[in-house]
């Protein structure tokens, strides 16, 4: 009969396989890694330093959930914006669970700001289907404000493309 792991050790190779497979570099340390140095004390944690010198520069942690073999890119959001866009979700059911979902409108802030052909698209779609109930309004001011913080004025131009697209193709 196959011994069977630790629960210490289950966390450690399944850290160890999701930093494997994101290309993440990692190291033990705390009480975890002293036992395995001599210490005899009991501890109920595990300590890791990960070197996230991509999660630094993008703020995104990919991963991927091992059941369905899913990526998800997990983006840490900070102080401002990404506040802004919590404080205005809403829960939708899926799956039995009420999951926060961003507003539509600062969906397609968030793909203006983006602006991949793919992301322009999602505007689109999102414009067409919401015509009646957008707030545009809410979607111009976030637009206007990210513009000054980045010292942009491409945003709002963009945005009013994409509305004119997404009204004519709607007619």
């Known amino acids: 009969m196959p011994r069977k792991r630790s629960p ?8 160890d396989r999701s930093c494997a497979a994101t290309g993440v570099s990692w190291y033990l340390f705390g009480a975890q890694a002293a036992l395995l140095y001599g210490s005899a004390r009991l501890t109920a944690d595990v ?8 999660v630094a520069a993008t703020r995104v942690i ?28 809403s829960k939708r059911s899926i799956g039995g669970t009420q999951i926060p979902v961003v507003s539509p409108e600062d969906l397609i802030v968030m793909k203006v700001l983006a602006g991949r052909d793919k992301d322009k698209e999602d505007v689109r779609a ?15 001011a976030t637009i206007e404000m ?3 913080a980045l010292g942009q004025s491409d945003l709002m131009p963009l945005f009013d493309e994409l509305l004119a697209q997404a009204m004519a193709r709607r007619s």
Do not use: C, N, W, Y
């Open 146 to 148: 990210l513009e000054g």
């Open 8 to 15: 210490v050790a289950d966390v450690l190779v399944a850290l």
């Open 126 to 140: 999102v414009l067409r289907a919401g015509q009646a109930t957008l707030k545009l309004d809410s979607v111009r």
């Open 47 to 54: 300590d890791a330093t990960v070197l996230l010198a991509f």
């Open 62 to 89: 990919p991963v991927v959930h091992r059941p369905t073999g899913l990526p998800a890119d997990i983006v840490l959001g900070g102080p401002g914006l990404e506040e802004l866009f919590l404080s205005r979700a």
